[in-house]
């Protein structure tokens, strides 16, 4: 018989994190052992009898496994140091296999993290010429030939516009000099035409034109206000609801590889696992550890569009949004199971929630976040959720996926996810 907390570690049995320390250790294992023991189970079913005999032996058993461990092999989050070196490989790799723009955004990915780190600087500066793109400064590198087709453009229009001119220009003065024997021309101001309009049989059909008086009927030129409809296109604001589509992002700059040569971390720890494959990203994590994430930096700066496909078994998973440091970033997370979604700012151990509704899911539901300056807009499935105005933590290049395991086992898988500028 295989028991629903067979697959879980010492940690994750007692629910808490690892490294805890001895104090909490047992403040943990008493609360469990008190939920699981025996006594409690007197008058339940044999089979539930026996569920709470097994998982109290296994409560005991790892509380004697912590009480043993010392503390300097207790599980820690790997050195910060071991990422950048990472990194750096990545980077490496890249260049070797000719993916130089790939190797470009991940050096200045490292150089966020540590301005000096061996040639960083050096390489990027050697990219960025070749490329000749900006520095990361959060704007989209623009290219010499569309400023070159932008100003042929403007000039061709210029040319059309001045051509045109020229040409009514060129008519009103040949009517000019069909008029010029008429000495009473002179008052031209006062529509010299009319005097003209009897000696030229040409401009006898002015007088049609003289209609215009006719014209005066452009009252019944006021059906115009059955263009009026125009309101119609008043619907435009039907078009509003565009806000409702994606069309609220630009052309995409970056699309994820999930494949087996993922430019995402591909590593696990004590509990946890981030790995890639088949066009999916996933990120597992145990009862009780919290958040698990990967992040990446984006080759457009903070202000962009991010979509991605989720589904989540066990608690939450999304999207990390402003990513400043691992301990201070938002998170636009949902919780199928529980139908909620959820948005809050974390900042050391504290968290604040922003945004929280509860939210009808489908099987593979699409999350999305628009970010301008300090304007948050969440989409789920292309519908605007929720917007959020927070200048903290501040506008941030960086984002990444997360899964929040708390009360149960939790699996986040990722898919087709894209980068978009803005409009």
Not at 15 to 37: C, E, F, N, T, V
Not at 240 to 248: C, D, L
Request: charged share 15%; proline share 10%; with cysteine.
């Amino acid at each position: 018989m295989n028991d629903d907390f067979e697959q879980l570690d010492d940690y994750a049995i007692l629910g808490i994190r690892p490294g805890a320390a001895p104090a909490d250790i047992k403040q943990a294992y008493l609360k469990q052992i008190s939920l699981y023991h025996p006594d409690r189970y007197a008058g339940a079913s044999p089979a539930e009898q026996e569920y709470a005999a097994r998982r109290a032996r296994r409560i005991n058993q790892a509380y004697q496994n912590l009480r043993r461990r010392r503390p300097s092999i207790a599980p820690v989050t790997p050195a910060q140091r071991d990422y950048q070196a990472e990194l750096y490989a990545q980077a490496q790799a890249h260049l070797a296999a000719g993916r130089r723009l790939q190797a470009l955004a991940t050096l200045r990915e490292l150089q966020r993290i540590n301005p000096w780190y061996r040639d960083c600087a050096a390489l990027i500066t050697e990219l960025e010429a070749e490329y000749q793109v900006p520095a990361a400064t959060g704007e989209p590198a623009i290219s010499r030939r569309t400023l070159l087709t932008a100003a042929v453009g403007g000039l061709t229009l210029t040319l059309l516009g001045w051509y045109g001119w020229r040409q009514l220009q060129g008519a009103m003065t040949v009517q000019e000099l069909e008029n010029a024997p008429i000495p009473t021309a002179a008052p031209s101001p006062t529509a010299a035409p009319s005097p003209t309009a009897a000696p030229s049989p040409t401009a006898a059909p002015s007088p049609t034109a003289a209609p215009s008086p006719t014209a005066a009927p452009s009252p019944t030129a006021a059906p115009s206000p059955t263009a009026a409809p125009s309101p119609t296109a008043a619907p435009s604001p039907t078009a509003a609801p565009s806000p409702t589509t994606i069309a609220a992002g630009g052309p995409i700059v970056y699309q994820a590889n999930f494949g087996p040569n993922s430019d995402w971390p591909i590593t696990s720890g004590n509990g946890w696992s981030v790995s890639a494959g088949n066009g999916a990203y996933r990120i597992q994590a145990n009862a009780g550890l919290g958040d698990i994430w990967a992040f990446r930096t984006s080759p457009i700066g903070a202000d962009m569009v991010i979509e991605v496909d989720v589904s989540v078994i066990g608690d939450w998973g999304g999207l990390i949004l402003r990513f400043n440091d691992p301990q201070r970033y938002l998170s636009f997370i949902i919780n199928p199971a529980s139908g909620q979604f959820r948005c809050d700012e974390r900042n050391g151990d504290q968290r604040t929630l922003l945004a929280e509704e509860a939210f009808t899911f489908t099987e593979r539901p699409r999350l999305s976040a628009r970010l301008e300056g300090q304007s948050i807009e969440l989409r789920i499935n292309d519908q605007v959720v929720s917007i959020v105005t927070s200048a903290t933590p501040p506008p941030d290049a960086r984002y990444g996926l997360l899964a929040r395991a708390e009360r149960n086992a939790t699996t986040a898988t990722f898919s087709n996810l894209v980068i978009r500028a803005l409009r």
